[in-house]
Nanobody
Framework: QVQLVESGGGLVQAGGSLRLSCAASGSIWRIDHMGWYRQAPGKQRDLVASIRASGGSTNYADSVKGRFTISRDNAKNTVYLQMNSLKPEDTGVYYC??????????WGQGTQVTVSS
């Protein structure tokens, strides 16, 4: 089992920045992939960004490329999502996930990000 604790959400004006953190504990050696999904009101949960545990390759949704950066601190077992130039359409609940290709996904509790226009 992997436990995930998110922090860093909040209210920000359009054009502003926020940094989300996701700290992992438990069976962290089983993590193959970590990242963030976003769920806007009334919409499905969509992938925002992810990073591989081995090698550190990253992947981003087209809508956030050039504005968001995902990174990791292996010593702290923490993944970060730096969000710059935020737009109202970035509003939603952001969920951290940790994926093992065999056993599946673990999820954080979610953190609210609200971008005002």
């Amino acid at each position: 089992q992997v436990q995930l604790v998110e922090s860093g959400g909040g209210l920000v004006q359009a054009g502003g920045s926020l940094r989300l953190s996701c700290a992992a504990s438990g069976s962290i050696w089983r993590i193959d992939h970590m990242g963030w999904y976003r769920q806007a009101p009334g919409k499905q949960r969509d992938l925002v960004a992810s990073i591989r545990a081995s090698g550190g390759s990253t992947n981003y949704a087209d809508s956030v490329k050039g504005r968001f950066t995902i990174s990791r601190d292996n010593a702290k077992n923490t993944v970060y999502l730096q969000m710059n130039s935020l737009k109202p359409e970035d509003t939603g609940v952001y969920y951290c996930f940790a994926r093992n290709y065999v056993t599946g996904d673990s999820w954080g509790q979610g953190t609210q990000v609200t971008v005002s226009s």
